[in-house]
């Protein structure tokens, strides 16, 4: 017996040729790799949370339909009167779904997004099941629609992914370029629009989801400042909405999400107030960046910066140094070469790191 074997007997020869998704350590470090609200809620809000996580019933199943929590949800952030939403655990976990949903053995399935994407569009087709195909954004990372149109009338995708604002480049894409592909997907495919940055673009699809019967709209608490319960929504046409829950497991949600959700969306101000603020930073921030010589920096309308400089691996190396933690994405894709982002934080933690940027670039 040898788990080698094992391993080899009974592992998709996918997975094991995958690597893994990589979270790095960031104890000790100013954290600005993952697009997190560096804010927490305040005091006396975490004092009456805690009760009511303390009232919380932690023996019983949760409430299958949800109810009160997607009241809220569809009160409180936005929703179309007459349409419902899925919850999940995460918006990762709806992208698994759907991606779940559309695939099978019968009909191999395409996913298609452009690129470069947030990368759970590509992991979650693969291990669905289903193809992914990118398509390259243009260098100034607007949508390539000729590309793009002649990839669907190709690969007939049954989902196309489009994060507005995109992730990691930060630009929202062209409006009327959007409505083409939803056309062009017509009853053959879906398009969800990943709106996980809307609370900082205050720019969204969602009630066009009234005009388009193909069209999902996917958002998360994550970026908001509740990264750490875990909840992500969609909307659709109802009916396409009812085939999505057949693959959702029915609990999951958790009781203690279900609650912290509920009560921080009755302070859904207090997070506003922080997105208004990091709002401000990221203009301050990318002002800034941009004054540095060699620094190029792309406008974004999301809670993070993409920047180019010179070399990204030497100036990431001195910023760890500096104990500031970013994310190179030049080996992400070949037009990311020496590009790496930054999570827009506080006014002091934004400082720290266009400190240890300063310093790195004179250094290297
Ligand atoms: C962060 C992010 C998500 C993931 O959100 P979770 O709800 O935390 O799983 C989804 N889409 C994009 C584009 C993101 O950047």
């Known amino acids: 017996m040898s788990i080698d074997n094992l391993i080899a007997n009974v592992i998709r020869a996918d997975v094991r040729a995958a690597g893994a998704y990589v979270v790095p350590d960031a104890s ?9 609200n560096p804010y927490e809620l305040p005091a006396e809000l975490r004092q009456e949370l805690g009760q009511r996580l303390a009232d919380a019933v932690l023996n019983r199943y949760p409430v299958a339909s949800y109810a009160t929590l997607k009241e809220k949800v569809k009160n409180k952030l936005g929703i179309p009167a007459g349409f419902d939403v899925m919850l999940g655990n995460g918006s990762d976990e709806l992208i698994q ?34 193809d992914f195909v990118g398509v390259k954004l243009k260098a100034d990372f607007t949508l390539d629609m000729e590309a793009m149109l002649a990839a669907i009338a190709l690969h007939r995708p049954a989902v ?37 940055y809307q609370p900082f673009a ?4 969602m ?32 009916e396409l ?17 279900q609650v912290a ?17 990091i709002n401000a930073e990221r203009e301050r921030l990318s002002a800034e960046l941009a004054a540095l010589p ?47 982002r930054v999570t827009v934080s506080t006014p002091e933690e934004n400082s720290a790191f266009l400190n240890a940027l300063k310093a790195a670039l004179t250094q290297a």
């Open 28 to 36: 000790g470090f100013i954290k600005l790799d993952a697009m997190e």
């Open 202 to 205: 205050r720019e969204t699809f």
């Open 294 to 340: 060699g620094v190029e920096v792309f406008a974004s309308s999301a809670n993070f910066i993409l920047l180019r400089v010179p070399d990204a691996a030497a100036v990431c190396a001195k910023v760890y140094d500096a104990r500031v933690l970013i994310k190179n994405l030049s080996k992400m894709h070949g037009m990311l070469a020496n590009c790496i």
């Open 241 to 257: 909405l009812a085939e999505f829950e057949k693959v959702r497991p029915p609990y999951n949600v958790n009781v203690l999400t």
């Open 160 to 196: 196309v992914f489009l994060a507005y604002p995109n992730n990691p480049t930060g630009n929202l894409f062209a409006v009327e370029d959007i409505e083409a592909i939803l056309h062009a997907q017509g009853e053959h495919g879906i398009v969800v629009l990943d709106e996980a």
């Open 97 to 130: 779904i759907v991606t779940t949903t559309v695939a099978s053995q019968e009909r191999r399935a395409s996913v298609l997004a452009p690129v470069p994407a947030f990368v759970m569009y590509a992991r979650s087709a693969q291990f669905a099941g289903a």
């Open 207 to 238: 009630d066009r989801v009234k005009e388009f019967e193909n069209l999902v709209v996917m958002r998360t608490v994550s970026k908001l400042g509740l990264a750490g319960i875990r909840l992500g929504y969609m909307t659709a046409a109802p």
């Open 261 to 277: 959700a509920e009560f921080v969306l009755e302070h859904i101000d207090v997070l506003d107030a922080q997105a208004a603020s």
